[in-house]
């Protein structure tokens, strides 16, 4: 199939809105399925509002294919270098969601304390961009930046960005959303819970024994009730994993 | 009468969802009120998203009667262990409620702060699945491990399940419901005032008194509220209870 | 006029539930405009449910006037022994709300930080139902338990339940829900702030100067302000007080 | 062109009530297009309620121009004493910002954690009428106070009111709205960083870097995006400013 799913894309970008991971700011994108030097992503223009006519295809050195007067985001190197160092990555989703911010800008670290979350993984790295580039406005404008950002994330799903935001990288894009949702709601828990003491967060076992065990199910069961909090049209798909059966 | 109340069952996962108790996971259950060896559950889906027809019966392992195609929640096994262990529950509640979960991870303990919450007792029990069952995905889906929840939970309304949620047992539908709430509004409030100053919480005989007292009605007011924010029917019942004249 | 403002009741209520500052529980009142040996308040239920039918009449001591079957709030009281105190009282609030209950729990004093919630004065008592009754279900449901109350609430517009809510009493309807409202907000102010240190609260001299100075315009902009959210009709009326002009 | 843009100030009026900037209370003004030496406000009414034919003209001094009948705000001398210090200034806020109040009753000052946020600029004064002007009911109804925190907010874009709220100056409508917004989101950042550890803040480089690249493009995609959250039409704006390409 040559065709992406658009529709699939706006519906991802208004479930981030929805569930308050991005405002005006932040986007999400996927790898373009048949040809995976490319990248799909909307034109500049706030999650909430996007139409299937606003997503535009980039090269993955951020280059517009094709924008047809359109004005892209100026930030797309965040999802070209992703999708250069990652060849498994399919989806990538950049916010400044309000719970996670807090992470980023001081020395305690994100760490997952609830089954939902461990797709953060054990270890959360916290990029700033003024290690490598000194003052600037903080955004991703160019490839060295955005590869920048792209090695501090490695192997990993999830980097925050210091004063900024953060990135999650993930294999499909029900998995990405479902990854950027579960990571502001960890960072609400632990915020939370670091009102009341210390806090026992998953073992490394734990962590290893979720991402193991986790099916496609998983994914599909909270996207059908996003797409009906967010008022889009819920299209199923096959199980695939371990715990599909 | 043979035929359950489905209807109610779908209106208390609604409201469950209105409330914030459970997002895309979670789950309600009832047991069967003419067959008290059977309990009453979704198909694995979202509350916010379940109809009457997602409605499955189940015997008291967990094994579905007549699925037709549907497939379980992975954790229906929750449910069936608490039935089978207190003939006196007739519904249970499990969910990840985000105020309840900062209590499961911290060694501060959840204590009733007001009277409507005072169902949960005077101790809440936090039930680790580590430590007896190891490192896991935390996830209860078998009947050992149930077994052992239910141990823990033993003749309390509530445990909280280390980094993962809880588990609200009651006599009725709607207590189980109303329980819920208000387990999750005094979390809220015990998360608050923890920022003020030492806590002076219910005493064991005020939270005797307040269950000694309580009638059906309480659940009744509580029920219709919800009914209406979540846009479904409200079918009034009888008053029972001291309280009821 | 005999026909008191059974509509303007209705709206005070469902007002008050879309502010977030009641529940399923929770009740507001007038004095009766032209009997002032009665108040008038909904029949037991949710504030957001209640209809004009559901408008009661009560003599000073809780008895109802002419009940018609309907089941009065069993906290009638509360509202009864502050009319009976306070001849110029003509409403009274009772509520759980969840940003003020905090405060009634733990011996930080709620006070004014913010002009607009001078009203609270500047000083709110925290009235303890243990201290002359003992071991209760802390509800307020005879006479000598809601006059230990009133007594506690003395002259002031607002007192403190421990474990419970709090009461808050005006001279008008309107006055009475902006100041239940704004009680509400100044709880959460002083709830923040407390996590950024010392706070400079409201002076004495401050807090009389906007008692002083406010007019019933105040409480119109406010009133037709919540009419909208709540989807009521807004009835205005004639401006009073200094400020007026 | 002489007629002033109604509709975009109706628009900002309901946009700050959408993002819970203002409720009841607070308000914003442009200067007169083609009249410097005038500003456009709203009659004294809530900022959520507002239509086109409430909006008056007001000279420097806070004089009304026709008023009509209609009642204006006590407040407008705010906007009056930035208009007159600061001819650059071409829409001003006045607000009681929930999340940013505990900022102006605290030790604690109040700045950019994050690049959305860097219009505060790195220091953002807080003016108490305490100082110069006692115990009054801190409402600003006439020049004398209304200069004196004019004075007090200088030439910066932001100044915090003790036990009040804040002030916001901009260049621009779109911009003034901006920066409310963003001011909010960054005192709701900074509290719950504060409960974390010390905050790493935006460098001043970085807040020179921001102010110097920002384009009006920014605030476009912010306001249609709030347009269409507040269901007011969206009317699309040139693009001005060094990233406009």
Chains 1, 2, 3, 4 share one sequence.
């Not at 992703?82 to 996670?100: G, L, Q, T």
Request: overall charge neutral; some cysteine; aromatic content about 8%.
């Amino acid at each position: 199939m040559d065709s992406p799913p658009f529709d699939e894309l706006v519906t991802a970008n208004r479930i981030l809105a929805r569930e308050g991971v991005v405002d005006a700011f932040g986007h999400v994108s996927i790898r373009h399925p048949s040809h995976p030097d490319r990248f799909c992503l909307s034109r500049a223009r706030a999650p909430e509002c996007i139409e299937a006519d606003d997503i535009m295809q980039f090269a993955l050195d951020g280059t517009a294919i094709d924008p047809g007067g359109r004005k892209p985001y100026a930030e797309r190197f965040i999802h070209a270098a992703i999708y250069e160092a990652r060849p498994e990555v399919r989806a990538v989703v950049h916010n400044h969601s309000p719970a996670v911010i807090p992470f980023g800008i001081t020395a305690t670290p994100l760490r997952p304390v609830m089954h939902m979350c461990a797709s953060m993984g054990t270890e959360v790295p916290v990029w700033d961009s003024r290690a490598h580039f000194g003052d600037t406005n903080l955004l991703v404008t160019a490839m060295p930046m955005a590869r920048d950002l792209a090695a501090a994330l490695g192997p990993r799903a999830v980097a925050l960005m210091r004063g900024h935001g953060c990135v999650v990288a993930g294999a499909s894009l029900r998995e990405v959303v479902f990854n950027a949702i579960y990571l502001q709601l960890n960072a609400e828990l632990q915020l939370r819970a670091a009102g009341l003491g210390a806090i026992t967060f998953l073992s490394d076992g734990e962590v290893a024994a979720v991402l193991k065990t986790r099916s496609s199910f998983t994914f599909e069961r909270a996207w059908e009730y996003w797409c009906q909090r967010a008022g889009r049209p819920y299209d199923a798909r096959p199980m695939e994993g371990p715990l599909a059966r």
